[in-house]
């Protein structure tokens, strides 16, 4: 026979609580020990919890001398012997003795019948999921994708699609999915003009959260139906999904290479540039009689053109400025090697936001960005090699982020390796924006394609392609599960030469083919046909650097350094301060960039 009860608990005493001192019967255990005692005085302390409601408790004395109150549950506890004979103790979630008792009963039923065998223990496991709500089973299955080391953003989308579909399609429990109920909302949010993609995304979420109620889990693409089984089918299992391409909302471009040079110029140089930039004034009828007013004139319009003038303008009005003007150099140079990292490698802004010096391996024999399982939106570890250009600017950029003693870690005396490599905000898009405009790229093609962040992985991928890369080293290194991926999304058509691909084809005009056809004939054909030239396959440059000794060595000395030295001013009046940038990107003092 179970039984129902509160459960006590002791606690430290609230510093607030007030203690105060009442009488109350005996209990029979109490007037057994001490017959005489028909009262018994004790310390009830009172406090406000943090939801604002009032607590009470019995003060005791701990076995340390302090003093603790003692309370019980607000709900009641069952205690009863399961299908199987063991003792259980579980919550029944009941403040009412009446409401407890009948949980109780229920428990006990259920317990009977699987000993009597007429329903197994997956039967009152799959029961008792029935009766939570939907939103229970939610919270469990993005708990779940969170074991599982799913990244954080899709965890927090497929809990907010879920919540919306669920209050939407009405799902209160299980037995309420319904895949009718969940196409006739799909219909309606397609006349509200929801793109096919976010329609397939709600669809791909419901199946998946479908089959995981089934008990089907997957893990390294290997799937088992070793789960708890809350449903005995996937109520959404037969929903289809639409293709995508009838409704391309964003198409994205790769840049040619003559745009992203002009990019990467711009971006390096744009931040110190908009210091320099010259007043023009404006024209009409209808402005202030001052001179000196703001309305009569506005800053001139930064474009590839005037930009290495503007800052030529700048140094010379911050030259007194000195840590400004190298703040907003590093800054330009910090903004150039983010563009040029996804470029040549591929990350996206995420990925890249989340890089360490921790992630730079440059001491072996290849140098390499070494990606962690938890930085990657697949989650799987990848070691990216590093161009020699690239690889000898991150090198100047981890000297300047060193530089500032808050990144040594004093008690080791080593360099900090946690440290951010670049702050990548999340409106990089905007920076990019203004980026294009300067310089002269435009955001929309006339096949009304567009430029954005994730636009600089679709250059990257159709580099390779151009550059004579096999399409399966391709796939490697951006990382795809599926090569058409690589092939068709992320390599850009317009920029692959394929009237030169044509023109590498053999000759078959007729009057070749009477040609060759006469000279193997007479036997001085060694071939009818000869086999065209393959274009070499080549795979990313890498760099080995097992000859430049210990890089991170060098760092932590020139870290350690006394880098707050003053230098001599130089012929433009600052002290030893040199723009930072890659060779050939200096501005000078011309007005045509080089």
């Not at 403040?95 to 009948?102: F, N, T, V, Y």
């Not at 140089?269 to 000196?292: F, I, N, Q």
């Not at 140094?315 to 090697?337: C, H, I, S, V």
Request: proline letters at 4%; charged letters at 30%; hydrophobic letters at 35%.
């Amino acid at each position: 026979m179970g039984t129902i009860y509160k459960k006590t608990s002791t606690r430290p005493l609230p510093s607030q609580a007030k203690v105060s001192t009442k009488q109350r019967v005996a209990t029979s255990k109490e007037l057994r020990e001490q017959p005489g005692r028909a009262f018994v005085a004790e310390s009830i302390a009172t406090w406000t919890d943090r939801t604002g409601e009032k607590r009470s408790g019995v003060v005791v004395t701990a076995a340390d001398g302090s003093r603790k109150v003692r309370t019980k549950s607000e709900t009641y506890f069952a205690k009863y012997r399961d299908g199987r004979g063991i003792v259980r103790e579980t919550p029944t979630g009941c403040r009412d003795k009446q409401a407890a008792k009948s949980k109780l009963a229920e428990l006990e039923s259920t317990s009977e019948k699987i000993r009597g065998g007429v329903i197994t223990s997956q039967d009152a496991e799959t029961g008792k999921h029935a009766k939570r709500s939907v939103l229970e089973h939610i919270a469990d299955y993005c708990d779940y994708l969170t074991q599982e080391n799913k990244h954080p953003d899709r965890v927090k989308t497929t809990r907010k699609r879920l919540l919306e579909v669920a209050d939407a399609c009405d799902f209160r429990r299980l037995h309420d999915l319904n895949a009718d109920k969940f196409i006739k909302w799909l219909s309606g949010e397609l006349q509200k003009d929801r793109s096919l993609a976010t329609i397939n995304d709600y669809t791909g979420t419901l199946i998946s959260f479908g089959y995981w109620l089934t008990g089907k889990r997957v893990r390294n693409k290997k799937s088992s139906m070793l789960g708890d089984k809350r449903l005995e089918i996937n109520p959404f299992a037969g929903v289809g999904k639409y293709n995508e391409a009838d409704d391309l909302r964003r198409q994205r471009r790769a840049l040619n290479e003559t745009e992203l040079r002009r990019l990467l110029f711009v971006a390096r140089w744009r931040p110190l540039a908009e210091y320099g930039r010259e007043t023009v004034a404006k024209l009409g009828d209808d402005l202030p009689t001052s001179p000196t007013s703001r309305k009569t004139w506005s800053l001139a319009r930064l474009d590839f053109e005037t930009i290495q003038r503007a800052v030529d303008i700048a140094k010379a009005k911050l030259g007194a400025n000195t840590a400004f003007l190298e703040k907003l150099d590093q800054r330009g140079f910090e903004r150039y090697l983010v563009y040029k990292v996804a470029v040549l490698t591929g990350l996206r802004r995420g990925e890249i936001a989340s890089l360490t010096l921790d992630h730079l391996r440059l001491d072996g024999p290849t140098a390499v960005l070494s990606m962690k399982p938890k930085d990657t939106k697949n989650r799987e570890a990848v070691d990216l090699p590093l161009r020699a250009d690239l690889l000898d600017e991150l090198r100047q950029w981890v000297e300047i982020k060193t530089r500032s003693r808050s990144v040594l870690n004093f008690k080791s005396a080593s360099i900090d390796r946690t440290l951010r490599l670049f702050n990548v905000p999340k409106s990089l898009v905007r920076c990019l924006d203004r980026d294009l405009a300067a310089a002269g790229i435009a955001k929309v093609d006339d096949r009304g394609r567009t430029v954005d962040v994730h636009a600089l992985r679709h250059t990257f991928g159709t580099l390779l392609s151009k550059g004579g890369v096999a399409p399966r080293t391709a796939q490697q290194a951006m990382r795809h599960s599926d090569i058409r991926l690589t092939m068709k999304t992320y390599t850009d058509p317009r920029l692959l030469d394929v009237a030169g691909a044509v023109d590498a084809l053999p000759n078959l005009s007729l009057e070749s083919i009477t040609a060759t056809a006469s000279l193997r004939r007479t036997g001085t054909d060694e071939a009818f046909l000869v086999a065209p030239s393959v274009a070499p396959m080549v795979a990313p440059n890498t760099v080995q650097t097992g000859q430049k000794g210990a890089f991170w060595d060098n760092i932590k000395t020139a870290a350690t350094s006394d880098h707050e030295t003053k230098k001599p001013l130089d012929s433009q009046g600052t002290q030893g301060f040199s723009l930072i940038g890659p060779a050939g990107f200096e501005p000078t003092t011309s007005t045509t960039p080089r």
